[in-house]
């Protein structure tokens, strides 16, 4: 088990190839206020609060990957000027987020995905899949894959999905917004003065692929795809 220490206020946070960074730390004096401990698997349960990122419930941080809900419930709120970064340059799998989702061996075992829901409050959630990463990896931020999921994205509030790899260097599944991935599951997403960007070549927004899904936008929120050779 390891432990991550973080000063307060943290305000923005990075998943490498070598677990939870902390990338802003301002505050001083000695005491450190919150720590994060994990297992090998990078599974997280309990709570904790990281001055504007709130983790309740079942988590598992990985290599540029977080499942928020897996057998266990889960979930995590970005705040106002909070900040989630999901980019390691040196990692041969593209960044993932999935809300409401099992591992393969869960899948395997028969394990029913318990749920998870995501809240971004004013924040940020950018996921980066750079250049050098193996072909065909493929950007995802997935609500509802195996079972119920939900996300918020309000006042601001922010997801980025960014392919810097042409889609004549890459081969795979590309960048991916999916509501309710496999039969049985269900996710819902909406946006209240929200955004969502998907950028690259095979960039697409899927609503409802095997399961459930459910798309709301109000309050002049906005849904962009872009590729990179036209990407206005």
Do not use: C, H
Request: no cysteine; aromatic share 4%; hydrophobic share 40%.
């Amino acid at each position: 088990m390891g432990e991550y220490f973080f000063d307060s206020p943290v305000s923005r946070f990075r998943i490498s190839g070598v677990g939870l960074e902390a990338i802003t730390r301002t505050g001083t004096g000695p005491d450190w206020v919150a720590a994060l401990s994990f297992t090998a698997d990078g599974l997280f349960t309990g709570s904790l609060t990281l001055s504007g990122i709130i983790v309740d419930g079942e988590v598992n941080i990985g290599p540029t990957r977080v499942r928020v809900g897996g057998v266990g419930l889960g979930s995590i709120e970005i705040q106002t000027g909070s900040t989630v970064i999901l980019d390691d340059p040196s990692a041969t799998e593209a960044p993932a987020l999935v809300v409401g989702g099992l591992t393969e061996l869960e899948r395997s075992q028969g394990a029913a995905a318990a749920g998870g829901s995501t809240r971004i409050e004013g924040g940020l959630v950018q996921l980066i899949d750079s250049p050098s990463l193996k072909a065909g990896s493929g950007v995802s931020f997935g609500v509802g894959r195996d079972g119920p999921g939900s996300l918020v994205v309000r006042n601001g509030g922010a997801i980025e999905l960014i392919d810097e790899t042409p889609e004549a260097e890459s081969a795979g599944s590309g960048e991916n917004f999916n509501l309710g991935r496999r039969a049985g599951a269900s996710g819902t997403a909406t946006f209240d003065s929200g955004s969502l960007l998907v950028r690259g070549d095979t960039a697409r927004v899927q609503v409802g692929q095997e399961g459930i899904g459910s798309l709301s936008l109000t309050n002049g929120s906005s849904v962009v795809i872009q590729s990179l050779a036209n990407p206005a």
